[in-house]
């Protein structure tokens, strides 16, 4: 957690404006359906307090001094660039006072059979697929940042060193707040899981394409015991997490307070991201759902929408366009 990033204490309010939340017709997809969760995630991508984050000189140093906790140069590549971020517009959070929410069961987020299936995360899975599972190092980006995810209704096709949001309002630490397993390690226990004697053999422990992959009681008992929730958080604190641990929201009932966050990763510059970003540039020209979400879409008609000409250097390096 990094506190503050940003000094603001209102919610963005884009969708209010727009009549968002009068005109959205639901969950533009099952993606959560595994873990049995309908969480308030919204999809605005092009707020102006979304795209002034993300390009915002702050968050880049941030995002520079997480990328740096990687290796990202090894076997004689240079895998990813650690000060270039690549602007992955991802969606919000919004839970209004009173809110009762059910959360957002245990799951990871970097990918779902590609995990095992391309070649790719063969690779950087190598350690864990050969025998040699203690050299298998979680902050090693070597062949992470330029193989293809399965395509799916969500997904991410970026390389993301971390997972992270910003809080837009104060959220006590037992308001539904985010909670993990801080053990990036563990990543190697999930790939293995499945490959067991005990789990059937056209059984990948539920992981498929189109849904989040699940991280349950019935096969990460022991995982499951480390989960532990995050701190009080205000306004303008950030919080980031290994793109490949494990995390959910918790449950909350009648909320104090507001539990808004949008969803800013650190995406470093690295071929993958680079080749998402031309879908970036196109959506952000016409105001659609980027080409990793559902196609929804709402933004296109909204007049206060973040313009092309709105992006700063850090804005502009981001997208590939300087
Ligand atoms: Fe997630």
Redesign the pocket.
């Known amino acids: 957690m990094l506190r503050p990033l940003f000094h603001f204490s209102e919610a963005a309010g884009a969708g209010e404006r727009n009549g968002f939340f009068d005109a959205y017709r639901g969950p533009g997809d099952d993606f959560f359906g595994s873990v049995g969760s309908k969480p308030e995630i919204y999809p605005i991508y092009w707020s102006a307090a979304q795209m002034q984050a993300r390009q915002s000189d702050r968050m880049a140093r941030v995002q520079a001094f997480l990328n740096v906790q990687w290796k990202h140069e090894s076997e004689g590549v240079r895998w990813f660039e650690p000060d270039r971020d690549s602007l992955y517009p991802d969606r919000i959070r919004r839970r209004p006072p009173g809110t009762d929410s059910g959360g957002?069961g245990t799951?990871?987020?970097p990918g779902t059979l590609d995990l095992w299936m391309t070649k790719a995360y063969q690779q950087a899975f190598r350690h864990l697929f050969d025998g040699t599972v203690e050299e298998y190092d979680p902050w090693d980006a070597a062949h992470r940042t330029d193989g293809p995810q399965y395509p799916g209704t969500t997904m991410c096709s970026a390389f993301r060193t971390f997972?992270g949001w910003t809080a837009l309002s104060d959220m006590d630490h037992d308001q539904g707040v985010l909670h993990t397993v801080p053990i990036p390690a563990a990543m190697a226990y999930l790939m293995l899981r499945p490959l067991l004697p005990d789990v059937p053999e056209d059984d990948m422990g539920g992981v498929t394409i189109n849904r989040?992959f699940p991280v349950s009681e019935r096969l990460h008992p022991l995982l499951l015991e480390a989960v532990s929730g995050i701190p009080d958080v205000r306004a303008g604190d950030s919080v980031w997490w290994h793109c490949d641990m494990i995390?959910s929201v918790a449950p909350v009932e009648n909320q104090k307070g507001w539990g808004n966050v949008m969803y800013i990763p650190a995406a470093p510059w690295c071929p993958r991201n680079e080749r998402y970003s031309t879908s970036v540039r196109e959506a952000l020209l016409t105001g659609a759902s980027p080409a990793d979400f559902p196609a929804e879409h709402y933004e296109q008609s909204w007049p206060d929408r973040f313009r092309q000409s709105d992006l700063n250097i850090t804005g502009r390096r981001g997208l590939g366009l300087n």
């Open positions: 957002l799951h990871l987020d997972q989040v995390h």
